[in-house]
């Protein structure tokens, strides 16, 4: 389960998740959430990418991991 917090992208960036938010018409829920860096923008995604295991160089990896 996502919750508010700190998360590290697995290229290396910090994120604060702020909340988990639903699509109006779908219900799909979407992960808000803001870079700790650059400009801060203020990103969405949907939770199950958000929290899918990914391949990367030959590796199964988390895309975001919980920073606490």
């Known amino acids: ?3 508010p917090g700190f998360y590290r992208h697995f290229k290396g960036n910090l994120y604060e998740v ?3 938010a ?3 018409e ?3 829920e ?3 959430y803001r870079a700790c860096y650059g400009d801060h923008g203020v990103w ?3 939770l199950q ?7 990367r160089d030959g590796r199964q990896v988390a895309r975001f991991t919980r920073v606490d």
């Open 1 to 3: 389960m996502i919750k």
């Open 18 to 20: 702020l909340t988990i």
């Open 22 to 24: 639903k699509h109006s």
């Open 26 to 28: 779908t219900e799909e």
């Open 30 to 32: 979407y992960v808000v």
């Open 44 to 46: 969405i995604r949907p």
């Open 49 to 55: 990418m958000f929290d899918e295991v990914i391949e």
